[in-house]
């Protein structure tokens, strides 16, 4: 799962239409057949050879990556299903990386004709994008750099949310100023508009609509003690990458901010003395979700430069056609991400972030998922696609890059389903949690296909983690796309495991770090269990006429979603 900070609740349960449709019992014995060939021992030898340390991690552009996408088409190719792109198994995704050169950029504040240079690491880490140099022809890294040096305006969560009537940036100019803010948005937003609030893009893109040229970001302590400094550092430090489009051109990328740096809790200290109000009034504010904004007394000069570098990666598509000659033109896609961190700090002498469950375990279950479809008598009535994508790690980079150019038409997509962790990994589970099923008709299928397979359905456990838009669902929902992403469950079928803790301790012990490894424990059966569910949840939506919708009023579907609930049925 790709880290992006923020916070949600999502508390609210969904509801299920009535009367949805059953699969025939022919139907319902063929997939029930096909469930039964996803074996433990296969995802546990996929997992084994997709985080070896051969693989170094599977970053994007990295041999490891390619061996990984490599392994994954081979297996596609052995099913008997067909590649996705006429012919061929790999979409190359083309990708720019940016590197901050750390020795030569700086960060100096400004206050009453004092100067106070910031340490790099210690009190700032800065984003590299920000010194891009935009179109990059070179093969070869270029060096780019880029300067800002503005008076500061504070900006409180730095959202402008009409729907909410929320709007921090209410009463103060930004314009030729750098903005600081806290990471975020308001608790008091409902879920899904808290989360997409909180995204960096519609930040960044909120500030340049009113004419900030830079960011400097801060953190609430509560947001640190999830994401202690010493472990976001690393993975600031890594880079940034964002996908080119044809002309060469970075995706979501923003010329007119020439500076980004986020503080710790040090930095954004050095930052506040001497403002109108303290950093805990700030942050008393902000934990209030009152709109909030004022001018520093403070300038900042940010001077980044950074190595640039094109690259190459490809996700993998293959395809099953479907048999209903009235419907095979619609497609449900399925996505699993492939690509992991690369190396990383050291634990116990080991710097390769394997990346066992995130997500070698998502791509092995795809794969025996894709076998499993290929095994059936009869294809289902839709196409189903299996999307293994690249740079989900970078920001979810090789899924929107098939959502801008998917290799079917986007409007023939009914329905999205990602898988970023097995489900059932940890422990053998009574219960999931079913990522925005909330949200769209796919709530139907989700609900009908868990009570089959004898698992409950829990609200998000931990809404905090906004994990709705942290994977690569997301960049199928911005296209409009209903989407659903099932993850583990808190409820253990043995009483004496605690799965919210279990799951909570992985998040503080494992996560992004290399001892999320084949040697920790995992429980194949269970995560072939998991991998049933979501097979028959993708059956039931390619079989059923309905075509999924997003809800009445749904805030992604009258965001981005052409397709409501009754405006749309099978053969549109
Ligand atoms: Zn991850």
């Given amino acids: 799962m790709m880290l992006r900070l923020g916070a949600v609740v999502c508390l609210i349960c969904f509801s299920t239409t009535l009367f949805a449709q059953q699969l025939s019992p022919q139907d319902l014995a063929a997939v029930e057949k096909a469930m039964k060939t996803i074996r433990p021992e296969q995802i546990r030898a996929h997992i084994r050879f997709l985080s070896d340390s051969l693989l170094q991690g599977r970053a994007p552009g990295t041999p490891g990556y390619d061996v990984a996408a490599r392994y994954v088409a081979t297996q596609l190719e052995g099913m008997g299903l067909q590649p996705g792109l006429k012919g061929a198994w790999f979409q190359p995704v083309p990708l720019q990386k940016a590197v901050v050169a750390a020795s030569t950029s700086s960060v100096v504040l400004s206050a009453g004709g004092k100067e106070r240079k910031l340490v790099d690491a210690r009190d700032y880490v800065l984003d590299a994008w920000f010194a891009s140099s935009g179109n990059l022809p070179a093969k070869e890294p270029v060096s780019a750099e880029s300067d800002v040096n503005a008076p500061i305006v504070f900006v409180g969560f730095g959202v402008t949310a009409p729907d909410q009537n929320y709007d921090d940036y209410a009463g103060v100019d930004v314009r030729g100023k750098l903005i600081a803010t806290i990471y975020g948005a308001p608790s008091r937003f409902p879920s899904t508009e808290r989360a997409y609030y909180s995204d960096g893009i519609v930040k960044a893109r909120n500030a340049v609509a009113h004419g900030a040229v830079g960011v400097l970001s801060i953190m609430l302590p509560e947001d640190v003690k999830r994401y202690p400094w010493e472990w976001l550092v690393p993975q600031i430090q890594v880079g940034e990458m964002h996908w080119l489009d044809k002309n060469g051109t970075p995706h979501d990328f923003f010329p007119e901010l020439r500076g980004s740096a986020l503080l710790s809790q040090q930095g954004a200290e050095a930052l506040f003395a001497g403002a109108p109000r303290t950093l805990e009034q700030a942050f008393s504010s902000a934990r209030a979700s009152q709109p909030q904004s004022f001018s520093m007394p403070v300038s900042a000069h940010i001077h980044t430069v950074s190595t640039q570098t094109v690259l190459q990666s490809p996700n993998i598509i293959a395809e099953l056609k479907g048999s209903d000659p009235a419907l095979r033109d619609q497609y449900v896609v399925y ?46 009535r839709r196409s189903v696609l299996f999307v293994f994508v690249t740079g989900e ?83 199928f929902v911005l296209q409009g796309v209903p989407a659903v992403d099932i993850q583990d469950g808190i409820k253990a079928t043995d009483p004496k495991t605690n799965g919210f803790d279990v799951i909570k301790k992985w998040l503080v012990t494992r996560y992004h770090t290399p001892l999320d490894n084949i040697d920790q424990p995992i429980d194949f059966e269970s995560a072939a269990k998991g991998s049933a569910l979501n097979l028959l949840i993708g059956y039931e939506v390619a079989q059923h006429d309905e075509v999924p919708a997003w809800n009445k009023e749904d805030f992604f579907g009258t965001k981005f979603g052409p397709r409501h609930a009754g405006s749309a049925s099978a053969g549109d």
Avoid at 338 to 356: I, Q, S
Avoid at 448 to 466: H, K, N
Wanted: glycine fraction near 8%; hydrophobic fraction near 40%.
């Fill in 393 to 475: 790690e970078m920001g979810l980079l090789g899924s929107d890059y098939f959502a801008h150019f998917p290799t079917v038409s986007l409007k023939s997509i009914v329905a999205n389903i990602n898988i970023d962790g097995a489900p059932g990994c940890f422990f053998s589970m009574k219960d999931v949690v079913a990522l925005g099923a909330e949200h769209s008709t796919l709530g139907n299928e989700v609900t009908s296909a868990a009570r089959r397979m004898g698992y409950e359905l829990s609200p998000d456990p931990m809404p905090e983690e906004v994990s709705f838009i942290r994977s690569d669902q997301y960049s």
């Fill in 335 to 380: 996505t699993a991400h492939v690509d992991h961190l690369g190396t990383c700090p050291a634990v116990e002498g080991d710097n390769v972030c394997h990346g066992a469950l995130d997500n070698a375990s998502g791509t092995a279950t795809l794969l025996e998922i894709a076998r499993a479809y290929a095994s059936l008598p009869r294809a289902p």
